[in-house]
């Protein structure tokens, strides 16, 4: 069983910029590609992007590209998402998840989620 923690979000100023972390334990997932979402009140979550096992960037959306890169470091389990140039709509919740067939379409593993705010 693979268990992910979120951890990096936070209050920051538009402009302002913040890396987000999901370390995973209980299996390595090297072999997995990985994936951030984020789900905003009122709003259905949203795929922000997804990175392969390798670490090439598979999928960044629209709304945060130019601003945020996914990254990976197989090494020590973990995953990345750096954001900067935040606007107040990058304001959600955000949410790592594992998929462990390596092509990013079953999410299979998900964190709790860590709250990224926006203020303008």
């Known amino acids: 069983q693979v268990q992910l923690v979120e951890s990096g979000g936070g209050l920051v100023q538009a402009g302002g910029s913040l890396r987000l972390t999901c370390a995973a334990s209980?299996?390595?997932?090297?072999?997995?590609?990985m994936a951030w979402f984020r789900q905003a009140p009122g709003k259905e979550r949203e795929l922000v992007a997804t990175i392969s096992w390798i670490g090439s960037t598979i999928y960044i959306a629209d709304s945060v590209k130019g601003r945020c890169t996914i990254s990976r470091d197989n090494a020590k389990n973990t995953m990345y998402l750096q954001m900067n140039s935040l606007k107040p709509e990058d304001t959600a919740a955000y949410f790592c998840a594992a998929d462990a067939s390596g092509f990013g379409r079953a999410w299979t593993y998900w964190g709790q989620g860590t709250q990224v705010t926006v203020s303008s």
């Open positions: 209980g299996r390595t997932v090297s072999s997995y590609a």
